[in-house]
């Protein structure tokens, strides 16, 4: 019975023996001092079906997990670990699964010891202020970008100020022309234009009836610029036989003439000859100078001489000229924020000044 007892106990030490040597756990040193790192290593006699634990520890930080090595049926996980508060401090039992069966490693003690030092041996310094950075192109960004568009914005602005019409007026008048004297000046304006003798005959005629119809609308005060040429014509005649004109039949007949070839000339495509657009001309004048209204004209209005001052003719600058001007511009801001980035970032200057602090 003895001997069967002493079986079962050598049976059981011998299991105990190898259960425990399953995994083991070890540090290459036990004393540190506060900052300094150490290895803490635990190895497993299994390859298989192994699951590590993970480090909680109190008083000791993981600085890092280094890899996993395998070597022949063995498996060591090794850690690297540090303390920043002086005492002892325990590395407690980690758990290790194998195979679905916990394994325990042992505990380890660390010490973890101050470090001396010797103040009357060090040298003093005084306290120095804040470093500043060196300035940067993004620190000019935001503002480059707002020049960029202010000058785009302002560049814009000024151009379509500046810009005129090509049909804008030079001339400008000192005192309102009466229909008779803004007639006669049209009409001598339209000449000097030579807009038939330039094969523009649809045009000659368009702006001669322009000017009889606008001389006949200020005159008699009746829209003869909306008027058809036979409703215009009727009025007139209506007008002569009323005696509210003073004006013949023939100078009407002579105006429905002119309307009549001014019409064929813009909507039938008629060609006049040299001479009968001479004497169209002449009609206009004679039209001009005999249609008046029966009033008694007042000395007040009186026709005065007018004098018209002319404005000097001052080149204007091309679309693609004020175009290119922009774009200029534009080319030279860029290249300046260019130049800006390339040199600011090699600068040794400071955002803020360095002094020393006593």
Not at 59 to 64: A, L, N, S
Not at 170 to 192: C, F, G, H, M, S
Request: net charge neutral; glycine share 2%; proline share 4%.
């Amino acid at each position: 019975m003895k001997k069967i007892l002493l079986y079962i106990a050598l049976f059981y030490s011998t299991w105990s023996i190898a259960q425990t040597s399953a995994v083991k756990a070890e540090v290459d040193t036990t004393n540190i001092r506060i900052g300094e790192q150490f290895e803490y290593k635990i190895s497993v006699d299994a390859t298989d079906n192994v699951i590590l634990p993970k480090l909680e520890l109190k008083g000791i930080e993981v600085v890092d997990s280094l890899g996993l090595d395998t070597l022949k049926s063995k498996l060591i996980q090794r850690y690297i670990l540090t303390g920043f508060d002086s005492g002892a401090y325990y590395i407690p039992q980690q758990q290790v699964f194998i195979r679905n069966q916990a394994h325990l490693t042992d505990s380890l003690l660390i010490n973890i010891a101050t470090v001396k030092i010797d103040t009357t041996q060090i040298k003093k310094f005084p306290i120095k202020g804040i470093k500043g950075e060196p300035y940067q192109f993004d620190d000019y960004k935001n503002t480059l970008f707002w020049i960029l568009a202010i000058i785009l914005v302002v560049t814009t602005v000024l151009y379509f100020a500046l810009k005129r019409s090509d049909t804008d007026e030079i001339k400008t008048r000192e005192q309102l022309l009466n229909p008779y004297q803004e007639a006669v000046r049209n009409l001598k304006l339209l000449d000097e234009k030579l807009l038939w003798q330039n094969n523009k005959v649809k045009q000659y005629y368009s702006e001669l009836t322009d000017i009889v119809r606008n001389f006949i609308e200020r005159e008699l005060n009746v829209p003869a610029l909306e008027t058809t040429t036979s409703g215009l014509i009727e009025t007139l005649s209506d007008f002569s036989e009323t005696n509210f004109i003073l004006t013949d039949k023939d100078t009407i007949q002579s105006l429905h003439k002119l309307l009549q070839q001014a019409d064929l000339v813009k909507f039938a495509k008629s060609k006049p000859l040299a001479h009968e657009i001479e004497a169209d001309r002449n009609i206009a004048k004679h039209i001009v100078d005999n249609i008046k209204p029966n009033i008694e004209v007042e000395e007040s209005a009186e026709i005065h001489p007018v004098v018209i001052v002319e404005k000097p003719n001052v080149k204007k600058p091309s679309i693609l000229i004020r175009i290119i001007s922009i774009i200029l511009i534009l080319v030279i801001t860029a290249l300046i924020a260019f130049s800006l980035s390339k040199v600011i970032p090699k600068s040794n200057s400071l955002k803020t000044p360095v002094t020393n602090v006593q």
